[in-house]
Nanobody, 128 residues
Framework: QVQLVESGGGLVQAGGSLRLSCAAS????????MGWFRQAPGKEREFVAG????????YFGDSVKGRFTISRDNAKNTVYLQMNSLKPEDTAVYYC?????????????????????WGQGTQVTVSS
């Protein structure tokens, strides 16, 4: 079993920055492909960013490209989402997800059904 715990959410003004962390524990599968999704009230869950197990590949949703970055520290089983130039429309619950994957996988997983494990989420609120 893999446990994912997100942290770093909070309230920030528009234009500000936050860094989310997702710590994984459990089986070695926790060192798999990882991704961030978000869900705003009344909206469907949206892909935000993803990173391959090796860290060599990343991909971002169109709404966050150029503002967000994703990275991982495999030694710590932790993935990070650096969010800059935040906008009120970034307000949502952010979820971390993990998928079993090969070290050699180069494609970034962008669909939520491609992920096996999910965290509880952390709230990000951006005020205007």
């Amino acid at each position: 079993q893999v446990q994912l715990v997100e942290s770093g959410g909070g309230l920030v003004q528009a234009g500000g920055s936050l860094r989310l962390s997702c710590a994984a524990s459990g089986r070695t599968v926790s060192r798999g492909a990882m991704g961030w999704f978000r869900q705003a009230p009344g909206k469907e869950r949206e892909f935000v960013a993803g990173i391959t197990r090796s860290g060599s590949g990343t991909y971002f949703g169109d709404s966050v490209k150029g503002r967000f970055t994703i990275s991982r520290d495999n030694a710590k089983n932790t993935v990070y989402l650096q969010m800059n130039s935040l906008k009120p429309e970034d307000t949502a619950v952010y979820y971390c997800a993990c998928a079993e994957s090969s070290w050699f996988e180069t494609r970034v997983r962008i669909r939520d059904d491609e992920y096996d494990y999910w965290g509880q989420g952390t709230q990000v609120t951006v005020s205007s």
